[in-house]
Every structure is written in C-alpha cells, then in structure tokens.
Nanobody
C-alpha cells in the first residue's frame, strides 16, 4: 500500500490550500480514507475522514472550513482547506487501513503564517 500526499506549502492566515493523496495497492473504493495532522510537540490527530460510502467526519476545529472528498476513479482523497489559521500548521498525513493494518503516507507540511 502506498499513499502519496501532496499540496502542502506556506500560506497566510485566511488563505486556502488543497491537499491530495493518491493511493495504490488497495481496492480504493472499498476503503475508508482519512487525513490526520501532527503539529510540533503535539500528538497526531484526526482532521477528517471519509468512508467508502462517502460519509464524512471532521474534527470540531475544522468544521465549516475544511472539506474532504474522494474520487474512486482516480483513487485520490482530497482535503480542501479554507480560512486557514496559524493553529492549522502541521504535517498532514493520509491514512487508510487494510486487513487490520494502518498505513500512512509520508506527510506534507502546511505552514500558516499570521
């Protein structure tokens, strides 16, 4: 299983970024997908996930600002991030599980300046 995340970068507060994760090695349409993040000195936390059926969940701090989506043809899961805040600064990771094992992408850094 490989998860390749892209789209991170430096943005000013209030700006937007779109992260994308391309998956291979799984039957993508059958898997739940998630985006996590880890800020310096903090534990990794779930940001948003989307089930194989399309149900979405968000951590409270990003509701109304972030949107997760998936494309089962291209086998990608995207995270549209709007109205970014300095506290959103973190490394963002794509995540899935297969046969009870959790897989992580390499991560992409998002830095939001105030």
């Amino acid at each position: 299983v490989q998860l390749q995340a892209s789209g991170g970068g430096l943005v000013q507060a209030g700006g937007s970024l779109r992260l994308s994760c391309a998956a291979s090695g799984i039957n993508f349409r059958l898997h739940d997908m998630g985006w996590y993040r880890q800020a310096p000195g903090k534990q990794r936390e779930l940001v948003a996930d989307i089930s194989r059926g399309g149900e979405k969940r968000y951590v409270a701090s990003v509701k109304g600002r972030f949107a997760i989506s998936r494309d089962n043809v291209w086998r990608t899961v995207d995270l549209q991030m709007n109205d970014l805040r300095p506290e959103d600064t973190a490394v963002y990771y794509c995540n899935t599980n297969k046969s009870g094992r959790i897989f992580w992408g390499r991560g992409t850094l998002v830095t939001v300046s105030s």
